[in-house]
């Protein structure tokens, strides 16, 4: 078999998507190993997961740093102990620099909850349905310094019911996400190989 990207997911919360990650690349010929996760939150509930499927994991309390650029520094160095070359923000809700932004540049991919350019930042679900926005969906982009602008790899769409409410839009969304982050995961560490 070919070599696969070793890739880390960065969580901070459920880290449904990270599962999604995890089983596809469980699957064989799958281009991308998950050998680590990150997460900003100790408590994050997506990190027992990780454990039990045998994936390294480090939390950083980034309420434990002075800096971000300390922060940055510490995860950027269990990084490289794991020979990490491709990273998966998967509901990590912490703003990355710059520096370390453009240090994994075209190496650091996103999943977004909207269509974008639609909907940038948080509360995309409820900004849809204010905007009475018939359609909405999720796409995975590559992570540039400006928040959720880069280069789009894939999105999904999902048709927007009379009578969604937030919650039952969302969980309409994250059905897509599930599929669409393994895919593109895939598409780019297929890429890099
Ligand atoms: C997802 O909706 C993702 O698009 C967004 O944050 C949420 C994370 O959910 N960035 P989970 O932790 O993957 O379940």
Same mark, same amino acid.
């Given at each position: 078999?070919?070599?696969?990207?070793?890739?880390? /997911?960065?969580?901070?919360?459920?880290?449904?998507?990270?599962?999604?990650?995890?089983?596809?690349?469980?699957?064989?010929?799958?281009?991308? +190993? /998950? !050998? @680590?996760?990150?997460?900003?939150? =100790?408590?994050?509930? &997506? @990190?027992?997961? *990780?454990?039990?499927?045998?994936?390294?994991?480090?939390?950083?309390? $980034?309420?434990?740093?002075?800096?971000?650029?300390?922060?940055?520094?510490?995860?950027?160095?269990?990084? %490289?102990? $794991?020979?990490? +070359?491709? /990273?998966?923000?998967?509901?990590?809700?912490?703003?990355? %620099?710059?520096?370390? !932004?453009?240090?994994?540049?075209?190496?650091?991919?996103? /999943?977004?909850? #909207?269509?974008?350019?639609?909907?940038?930042?948080?509360?995309? $679900?409820?900004?849809?349905?204010?905007?009475? *926005?018939?359609?909405?969906?999720?796409?995975?982009?590559?992570?540039? =310094?400006?928040?959720?602008?880069?280069?789009?790899? @894939?999105?999904? *769409?999902? =048709? !927007?019911? #009379? &009578?969604?409410?937030?919650? %039952?839009?969302?969980?309409?969304?994250?059905?897509? +996400?599930?599929?669409?982050?393994?895919?593109?995961?895939?598409?780019?560490? *297929?890429?890099? !190989?």
């Amino acid at each position: 078999m070919r070599k696969r990207v070793r890739t880390a /997911i960065f969580i901070s919360g459920r880290g449904s998507n990270m599962q999604s990650l995890v089983a596809a690349a469980q699957t064989p010929d799958y281009p991308a +190993e /998950i !050998v @680590l996760v990150v997460s900003n939150n =100790p408590q994050a509930g &997506g @990190l027992a997961f *990780a454990q039990e499927h045998g994936i390294a994991t480090a939390s950083f309390d $980034h309420k434990a740093y002075k800096s971000r650029a300390e922060f940055e520094a510490a995860i950027q160095a269990v990084l %490289t102990a $794991h020979n990490i +070359e491709l /990273i998966a923000l998967a509901g990590f809700m912490r703003l990355l %620099t710059a520096e370390f !932004v453009n240090a994994w540049s075209g190496r650091m991919i996103n /999943i977004h909850p #909207a269509l974008l350019p639609a909907y940038k930042g948080l509360h995309t $679900h409820e900004r849809a349905l204010n905007d009475g *926005a018939r359609e909405h969906g999720c796409t995975v982009h590559f992570v540039v =310094p400006a928040m959720d602008e880069g280069e789009i790899i @894939l999105q999904r *769409a999902v =048709p !927007v019911l #009379a &009578g969604d409410t937030p919650e %039952t839009l969302a969980a309409r969304v994250l059905v897509e +996400e599930h599929i669409a982050y393994p895919e593109a995961l895939a598409m780019v560490a *297929a890429s890099l !190989v």
